[in-house]
């Protein structure tokens, strides 16, 4: 769950996070050949596999109609929950490895998280990673499956995204947020101090945090808004190094220096302006709730997730109707510190930080304010799944 991240993250930036106490688990055994034989819980098929087959990436063959729109050799009709297992295959094999053992699996993911856009794609690809990973005694360290998982989501399945998601889920401890520099790979954990509740077994009590569903459901490879964020990005890094006189070098934001970007902002055009000032200042917002969280000023921590939040909407221009609906209407839940879009605002989901002694009520008034302003939307969610109660938690 990003806390002050997006869009730092696929630009090489400083990002925060947390894990949550909901997500999904895998049941497996390993299947005693090299097939791999797969069902969901929420989805309907079966999916079908070697660990011996070859997988390529995305567009991988097109042209002459070899492979399927995932980028799979086979099968014609597939089902579509399971690119990820074989992207996580992909991903393995890509770095050498050579796998001789399949699993026989159910996978589940908890109440109202599927396509929630709370970084579920990336807890699904980890989840079987560790899967085929245990099956074949491969000791693999959480560092090198940060990087499995970019393989699946970056090169597999073809979408422009980061690391946050995956660091996250795999470097995440109970209590804390996860700081990580997306450019050297370099994170820490930092516990709140303060806090006027203290622990109770080991964990803080004076927050919750809601996870508010509009009942919107998209993949994000279905969205070309998403890469073409991180395309406009891109172009906007391109023209400040030029600006810079610094055109060989990688353009990406964070290779932009915050002085450099005040001094040749007048060079972006309007789109690409607003893309970049969206980056700079989440910058600013990541490391000032640093300072917010290490502190144990919340509200404040939660001013800042809600200013990512507007910026999200006023300057990366992502986001729709619904969702900014329920993300005012987390603002105006009683003890709400903040609110902001999860999963880039491209799915639909928005997350809030809140005391948790208002956390019931904020609930309530959330569901209750929703169906007033989406009827149609709210009525196809279900009623314990509407406003999700978590805490931290800890990662895989």
Not at 67 to 74: A, D, Q
Request: glycine content about 10%; some cysteine; aromatic content about 8%.
């Amino acid at each position: 769950m990003g806390a002050c991240s997006w869009p730092s993250e696929a630009e090489g930036g400083a990002v925060s996070a947390m894990a949550i106490n909901l997500g999904l688990l895998l049941a497996f055994v390993p299947s005693g050949n090299p097939e791999v034989v797969l069902r969901s819980a929420q989805f309907e098929g079966e999916l079908r596999f070697r660990v011996d087959e070859t997988q390529h990436p995305k567009n991988y063959g097109k042209e002459n109609g070899t492979v399927n729109s995932n980028g799979s050799v086979k099968p014609e009709q597939e089902c579509g929950w399971g690119r990820y297992a074989r992207g996580a295959l992909y991903a393995l094999q890509s770095k050498g490895n050579v796998l001789n053992q399949g699993i026989i699996g159910l996978i589940s993911g908890s109440m109202g998280l599927d396509s929630s856009g709370l970084s579920s794609s990336a807890a699904v690809g980890i989840a079987y990673l560790l899967a085929l990973e245990n099956a074949n005694d491969m000791s693999v360290s959480p560092t090198e499956n940060i990087e499995y998982d970019r393989l699946i989501e970056n090169e597999y399945l073809g979408l422009s995204n980061g690391i946050l998601d995956q660091s996250a889920i795999l470097l995440s401890r109970r209590g804390c947020l996860t700081f990580m520099d997306c450019k050297t790979k370099e994170h820490k954990l930092i516990r709140p101090q303060n806090l006027q509740v203290g622990y109770i077994n080991g964990v803080h009590k004076s927050y919750k945090i809601l996870l508010a569903s509009s009942g919107l459901k998209q993949a994000l490879t279905s969205n070309s808004g998403y890469n073409r964020r991180v395309a406009e990005c891109r172009e906007a890094a391109r023209v400040l190094l030029n600006a810079s006189g610094r055109p060989d070098v990688d353009p990406i934001l964070s290779n932009v220096e915050p002085h450099v970007y005040e001094v040749h902002k007048d060079k972006l055009e309007p789109v690409l302006a607003r893309r970049a000032e969206h980056y700079f200042s989440e910058t600013m917002r990541v490391m000032k709730g640093l300072e917010a969280w290490t502190s144990g000023r919340l509200d404040e921590f939660g001013r800042l997730i809600t200013a990512s939040g507007r910026s999200s909407i006023e300057n990366y221009e992502c986001g729709c109707k619904p969702l900014i609906d329920l993300y005012e209407a987390l603002l105006r839940a009683p003890g709400v510190y903040g609110a902001r879009f999860s999963g880039a605002g491209f799915r639909g989901c928005c997350l809030a930080f809140v005391d948790a002694e208002h956390a019931s009520e904020a609930a309530s008034f959330v569901k209750t304010e929703y169906s007033k302003l989406q009827p149609e939307l709210a009525s196809k969610i279900a009623p314990e799944a509407a406003v999700l109660i978590c805490e931290s938690g800890e990662g895989a």
